[in-house]
């Protein structure tokens, strides 16, 4: 494809990303947390859904 090593690095999915995938483990059951503590005219965080991510990674695959 031509990419340079520098934006194949880049552009690239840790295997400790993947392999909890594969493994049929995903964030989709924090998902509907979203929004849940958000405030009308503030700006709405991910944050159950970024510590749901860090548990994945945390969960042996790495």
């Given at each position: 494809m031509g990419n340079t090593p520098a934006v194949c690095?880049?552009?690239?999915i840790h295997?400790?990303?993947v392999e909890?995938?594969?493994?049929?483990?995903?964030?989709a059951p924090a998902l509907g947390a979203l929004g849940?503590?958000?405030v009308?005219?503030?700006?709405a965080?991910?944050?159950?859904?970024?510590g749901a991510?860090?548990?994945?990674l945390r969960s042996g695959h790495a």
């Open positions: 690095r880049a552009s690239s295997p400790c990303v909890p995938y594969v493994d049929g483990q995903t964030v849940r503590d958000a009308l005219g503030q700006p965080t991910q944050g159950v859904v970024e991510v860090l548990d994945l």
